[in-house]
């Protein structure tokens, strides 16, 4: 499966940006999706992650009451909704998928990032 996110951008503190990561080659309902983010100097972290149609949702504590990960399976889109942003929160942005919830740990898909800065 392939991805494509895009989305990020350059926002001050308090403020919200919305991702989006479209899915091709496979069927879209067939993956767990989810959100990673690497900022400087650190390591790839988990962020969030939604269930093959949607039923479920799992977030980082960091991120947990101001960020949301849906799902649209007709448009083969997941997106995160990110609110009060922080500029703790300034990262590169990454799409996943896995046909199973070890996607918080270790994805089969990965596609390439989409810059989000936050400023203060």
Request: aromatic share 12%; hydrophobic share 35%.
């Amino acid at each position: 499966v392939q991805l494509q996110a895009s989305g990020g951008g350059l926002v001050q503190a308090g403020g919200s940006l919305r991702l989006s990561c479209v899915a091709s080659g496979h069927t879209f309902s067939s993956y767990v999706m989810g959100w990673f983010r690497q900022a400087p100097g650190k390591e790839r972290e988990f962020v969030a992650a939604i269930s093959w149609i949607g039923g479920s949702t799992y977030y980082a504590d960091s991120v947990k009451g101001r960020f949301t990960v849906s799902r649209d399976n007709a448009k083969n889109t997941v997106y995160l909704q990110m609110n009060s942003l922080e500029p703790e929160d300034t990262a590169v942005y990454y799409c996943a998928a896995d046909s199973t919830l070890k996607i918080m740990r270790r994805p089969d898909y990965w596609g390439r990032g989409t810059l989000v800065t936050v400023s203060s």
